[in-house]
C-alpha cells in the first residue's frame, strides 16, 4: 500500500477538523480546540498560553475560538507543542504569525518546527504531511518552567510516540481552589511498515514517560486527541449537573496503563517471525 494511501486511512482530517465551541475547562484554561484535535489556552491579564496548533485548517477556528471566549489572539505570548505532528503542529507556524508569539520545544520538537518534517528517528516518518517551517524557536529542556506573566507551564519530556514529544502541567484556579492539570502527549505506538520499536530507544523513552506521567500531579487530564481524556463526556455530564466532572485524580495513570497495554501488545508483534 502507497504510504499516502495508509495516511488517508489513518489521519482523517475533515473528521478531526469537525467545529467545537470552546469552553472553560476549569479557571483560566480553555479548550479551544477542534471536535477532534486539542488546542488548549491558558489565559492571564499578562498574556495567554497555546498549547498546540491542530492542522492548518484549524487556524481559522482556533483563532476564532479565542475571539469568541473574550480574549485576544495577539495577547497568545508563548506557543508550546505536544508532538511535532501535523495534527498537532501544522498550525503553529500561522498562529505564531498571527499572534507574533514566541514558540518553544524540546530539542527534537525545535528541529523539526524549524525544519517542516521530522526525521527517520521518527516512527511515522514518511507517512505524516510536512508543517510550514516555524521561523524561530527557543529550545526547552525537560522540567523547564515557562512563564507568560503570572502563568508558569512546566515542560515534561515523553519521548515515544515521537522523539520529542513532551507534556505539560500547569495549576489553574477559581477563587481559592486551585488544581492540576496535564496535558499529556500520545502514548499510541504507531508507525510505519519498518520502524522497530524494540531496535529503537523509544522504547526506553517510552518507559520514561510512563513513569513521569504517573508521577505527575494530575487533577484534569488533556490530551492531543480528546477522546483519550474523555474530554466530551466529561462536558456533557458537566453541562448535565456534574459539577466537577472533569476531576479525575486517577486520569492520568489509566491513560498510562492503556498505553503500557497498547505498547506490550505491539512489541508482541515485533517478536513474531
Not at 53 to 58: D, K, N, T, V
Not at 140 to 161: F, K
Not at 170 to 194: K, Q
Amino acid at each position: 500500500m502507497l504510504a499516502s494511501s495508509l495516511a488517508a486511512q489513518q489521519f482523517p482530517r475533515a473528521e478531526w477538523n469537525e467545529p467545537q465551541k470552546p469552553f472553560k475547562v476549569f479557571g483560566t484554561t480553555y479548550w479551544v480546540g477542534t471536535h477532534g484535535l486539542g488546542a488548549v489556552l491558558i489565559t492571564s491579564d499578562a498574556g495567554h498560553v497555546l498549547v498546540d496548533g491542530a492542522l492548518p485548517e484549524s487556524v481559522p477556528q482556533i483563532a476564532a475560538s479565542i475571539r469568541t471566549l473574550g480574549f485576544k489572539v495577539e495577547d497568545v505570548k508563548l506557543i508550546v507543542n505536544s508532538h511535532v505532528h501535523f495534527d498537532h503542529a501544522g498550525g503553529i507556524s500561522e498562529l505564531q504569525r498571527l499572534s507574533g508569539a514566541r514558540v518553544a520545544a524540546s530539542p527534537a520538537t525545535a528541529r523539526a518546527l524549524m525544519d517542516g518534517a521530522s526525521g527517520p528517528d521518527d516512527p511515522q516518518f514518511g507517512l505524516v504531511d510536512p508543517i510550514a517551517r516555524v521561523a524561530s524557536v527557543a529550545i526547552l529542556a525537560d522540567g523547564d518552567t515557562l512563564r507568560v506573566g503570572p502563568l508558569a507551564v512546566t515542560a515534561h519530556l515523553t519521548p515515544g510516540h515521537t522523539p520529542g514529544g513532551t507534556s505539560w502541567s500547569w495549576r489553574s484556579c477559581e477563587g481559592a481552589r486551585c488544581v492540576n492539570l496535564v496535558y499529556a502527549d500520545s502514548l499510541n505506538p504507531i508507525s510505519n511498515n519498518t520502524f522497530k520499536y524494540t531496535t529503537s530507544p523509544l522504547l526506553a523513552g517510552f518507559a520514561k514517560s510512563y513513569a513521569t506521567l504517573e508521577g505527575l500531579p494530575c487533577d484534569i487530564l488533556l490530551t492531543p486527541h480528546p477522546g483519550f481524556a474523555e474530554v466530551f463526556e466529561r462536558l456533557a455530564a458537566r453541562d448535565a449537573g456534574k459539577a466537577d466532572a472533569f476531576i479525575d485524580p486517577g486520569a492520568c495513570k489509566r491513560y498510562v496503563a492503556a498505553g503500557r497495554k497498547n505498547l506490550t501488545a505491539r512489541v508482541a508483534t515485533e517478536a513474531k517471525p
